[in-house]
């Protein structure tokens, strides 16, 4: 057997030695390379992480300025309504040297909910105002509106006979007349105690169905303290129903009440359920959408009756469904908003 010599050993050893160091030296480029991919990851993760806080901090500022937009929208509104109510909006008597010509009775201002678009701090704004009295009001209706207001949206009769009798119920205290009956001659099994609140307060009652409930609510009022309802402000939907019109033509108006034809002196508005005449209490419905998109709406109950001596108070504010957001994004899209909301005070 021959033994190699010492120059192929020394070789040999010299390509093993060099065969580490290449190993060696890939080891090490794998390591440097997932070193940096690690590097890299952290900076990705961190620099999402900063955008997402960053996206998410934009969201709360502007979801606070829309709110607070919102809620200017319904103090310029009010500020409008007191100028009515004291007749200031009237043309003012020019200073001729004459005696002024005696001013007629102000001319009413119907409020139904007809949306107007305005710019309020540099976003697009909604503002609708009804007034309370062309709604039902589950305080003072008694059973036979309220069933016709059910009937009208679709209710068979004798669904709506036992709802219209469970409202009545739950706003009356037992014992508040003889046999645990109210002035309707119905038995209440579930009462309030007392009136209704908020109209929030129909999912309390029982019976009623959650979506009946829902769609209750633009419909009805606890504060218009009126027995009737006003067919020249009543809710397009609610009108329809109470003059008998055709259950599509109802859920027409329910879906996209303006603009619509309806004759409010249509002779089928029963008389009995008729009371028309400023109630004095509206409510005014604002949507704002800021140009990023944030949006907010908000509602205020106002009454102008002058409890207290006061030009008006506040009764209840609250957030509210959403009705013209699409029309305000569009608006927008197409720069169709143009006027001021403060404009005309």
């Known amino acids: 057997m021959m033994r190699k010599g010492n120059g192929e050993t020394a070789r040999i050893r010299g390509s093993r030695r060099a065969s580490r160091r290449v190993r060696s030296g890939g080891y090490a480029l794998v390591v440097v390379i997932w070193g940096l991919g690690v590097i890299t990851l952290l900076i990705v993760s961190f620099m999402t992480t900063a955008r997402?806080?960053?996206?998410?901090?934009?969201?709360?500022?502007?979801?606070?300025?829309?709110?607070?937009?919102?809620?200017?929208?319904?103090?310029?509104?009010?500020?409008?309504?007191?100028?009515?109510?004291?007749?200031?909006?009237?043309?003012?008597?020019?200073?001729?040297?004459a005696l002024p010509t005696p001013k007629g009775p102000p001319q009413r201002i119907i409020h139904a909910g007809e949306p107007?678009?305005?710019?309020?701090?540099?976003?697009?704004?909604?503002?609708?105002?009804e007034d309370e009295g062309g709604k039902v009001d589950l305080n003072g209706a008694n059973q036979a509106l309220i069933k016709a207001m059910l009937v009208g949206f679709g209710l068979g009769m004798n669904d709506a006979d036992s709802?219209?009798?469970?409202?009545?119920a739950f706003r009356t205290p037992p014992g508040g007349s003889p046999n645990g009956q109210n002035s309707d001659g119905l038995v209440g099994s579930k009462a309030k105690q007392g009136l209704f609140q908020t109209i929030f307060e129909l999912d309390?009652?029982?019976?009623?169905?959650?979506s009946l409930v829902r769609d209750l609510f633009p419909f009805v009022s606890v504060h218009g303290r009126r027995p009737r309802v006003d067919s020249e402000t009543a809710p397009p939907a609610l009108f329809a129903a109470l003059i008998?019109?055709?259950?599509?033509?109802?859920?027409?108006?329910?879906?996209?009440?303006?603009?619509?034809?309806?004759?409010?002196?249509?002779?089928?508005?029963?008389?009995?359920?008729?009371?028309?005449?400023?109630?004095?209490?509206?409510?005014?419905?604002?949507?704002?959408?800021?140009?990023?998109?944030?949006?907010s709406v908000r509602e205020a109950i106002v009454d102008f009756n002058?409890?207290?001596?006061?030009?008006?108070?506040?009764?209840?504010?609250?957030?509210?469904?959403?009705?013209?957001?699409?029309?305000?994004?569009?608006?927008?899209?197409?720069?169709g908003v143009a006027s001021d909301c403060s404009a005309g005070l």
């Not at 107007?116 to 105002?129: D, E, I, P, W, Y």
């Not at 005449?277 to 949507?287: K, N, Q, Y």
């Open 204 to 210: 309390q009652v029982d019976g009623l169905e959650p």
């Open 116 to 129: 107007k678009f305005c710019l309020l701090g540099g976003a697009a704004v909604a503002l609708a105002t």
């Open 163 to 168: 709802a219209a009798n469970a409202i009545i």
């Open 52 to 97: 997402l806080r960053l996206q998410a901090a934009n969201n709360v500022t502007g979801a606070a300025q829309a709110d607070q937009i919102a809620e200017a929208a319904i103090n310029i509104e009010i500020l409008s309504l007191a100028k009515e109510k004291q007749g200031t909006s009237q043309p003012p008597v020019q200073a001729t040297g």
């Open 306 to 335: 002058g409890d207290n001596g006061a030009l008006f108070a506040i009764r209840e504010t609250r957030r509210g469904s959403a009705r013209f957001l699409e029309q305000l994004r569009v608006a927008q899209q197409l720069g």
């Open 244 to 295: 008998g019109a055709k259950p599509e033509d109802v859920q027409a108006l329910r879906a996209a009440p303006f603009p619509n034809n309806l004759d409010r002196s249509d002779p089928r508005f029963p008389t009995a359920f008729k009371q028309n005449g400023d109630s004095g209490v509206f409510l005014i419905h604002a949507e704002s959408r800021l140009q990023m998109g944030q949006t």
